[in-house]
């Protein structure tokens, strides 16, 4: 059974950092691209990172490039997500997912950026 369960997200102020985790099971971790994915207050789906399964290729989406930093471990089957100079437009809830899935199989974790 596929299992993918976030973690670490919170609410910050802006310019803060949030660490978010991923932890997998129930698919070959070690050999699948990863992606972050999150969903803005009354918006689809936004793609934000992936990374490849070496873990040395990862790609970013414009809006958080040089914020952001993903990296998995695979010994331990999880993703993570460092962001930084968080924003009040980075809200929303944040998922994991296989590069190949469309629709995230977690419940996310949410991220709240206010004042």
């Known amino acids: 059974q596929v299992q993918l369960v976030e973690s670490g997200g919170g609410m910050v102020h802006p310019g803060g950092s949030l660490r978010l985790a991923c932890a997998t099971s129930g698919f070959p971790f070690s050999f699948t691209t990863m992606k972050w994915v999150r969903q803005a207050p009354g918006k689809g789906l936004e793609w934000i990172a992936s990374?490849?399964?070496?873990?040395?290729?990862?790609s970013y989406d414009n809006s958080v490039k040089g914020r952001f930093t993903i990296s998995r471990n695979n010994a331990r089957s999880t993703l993570y997500l460092q962001m930084n100079s968080l924003q009040p437009d980075d809200t929303g809830i944040y998922y994991c997912a296989e590069s190949s899935d469309s629709i995230p199989r977690g419940q996310g974790t949410q991220v709240i950026v206010s004042s």
């Open positions: 990374i490849d399964y070496t873990g040395e290729s990862p």
